[in-house]
């Protein structure tokens, strides 16, 4: 039985070697005058989960320029947490997640975006597993040269289903879908959505809704809440 793509990337990630850039302003997904078949079927979602496999010709882009990510905007709400667990590993079967954890931060009000298209990205001066509070994690929906990226099903999951998070001590945290819910890229309540919450949490975030071709943006974000399964 192949081992969990989890297990084979986690190791190469420390719990502060893996922050990205702070100048990270983008998707890093990318966009170019035309877009071939091939590149518009990536960005088009099925009505239900499909595999989520590598197109195998690069993460790097070689031309256009850069487009918002899953939280390219200012988050005014402290950004301070208790100690708690760093998160390592992800596992959602339903929209066929298994991925490494790398860490990012909230820097000078900005939230960073993840640094490729298999990360899901834990900000962890926000809150850390066992803190009572929302654990926030965003991941890319697709990703140029590459197609559909690791949260390209989130906006499948209805409510109960299962998100399973691996603690660095090797604890398995289980929550179940609250919510699923689509914002205006450019009217996200950051406070409401990846704010404290007074229960134990978890908060995706990824990009949705339309992609506009003219700007190369999503014109949404994705937000999924599940809330931690107790006893």
């Not at 965003?138 to 209805?158: K, Q, R």
Request: glycine share 10%.
């Amino acid at each position: 039985m192949p081992t969990p793509v989890h297990k084979l990337m986690h190791r190469r990630l420390s719990r502060r070697g893996a922050v990205a850039s702070a100048g990270i302003a983008g998707l890093a997904a990318f966009a170019r005058p035309t877009l071939a078949q091939d590149e518009l079927r990536a960005i088009t979602r099925p009505e239900g989960p499909s595999p989520i496999v590598s197109t195998r010709t690069g993460e790097v882009p070689s031309v256009g320029a850069r487009r918002p990510g899953p939280v390219d905007q200012t988050f005014t709400a402290a950004t301070s947490r208790a100690p708690g667990l760093a998160p390592i590993a992800l596992q959602v079967e339903a929209a066929l997640i298994d991925a490494p954890i790398e860490v990012l931060r909230v820097i000078d009000g900005t939230m960073q975006d993840p640094s490729g298209p298999w990360e899901v990205g834990w900000y962890e001066n926000l809150a850390s597993l066992g803190d009572g509070s929302n654990v926030v994690m965003a991941g890319h929906i697709d990703y140029w040269n590459v197609g559909p990226a690791v949260f390209y099903n989130i906006a499948s999951l209805t409510a109960g289903d299962e998100v399973q998070v691996t603690a660095e001590d090797g604890q398995i945290f289980t929550y179940e879908v609250e919510w699923v819910r689509e914002y205006p890229a450019d009217n996200l309540p950051l406070d409401e959505v990846v704010g404290p919450t007074s229960t134990e949490s978890l908060t995706m975030i990824t990009c949705g809704g339309t992609f506009d071709y003219a700007t190369a943006h999503y014109l949404s974000r994705t937000a999924v809440r599940a809330t931690q399964v107790t006893g």
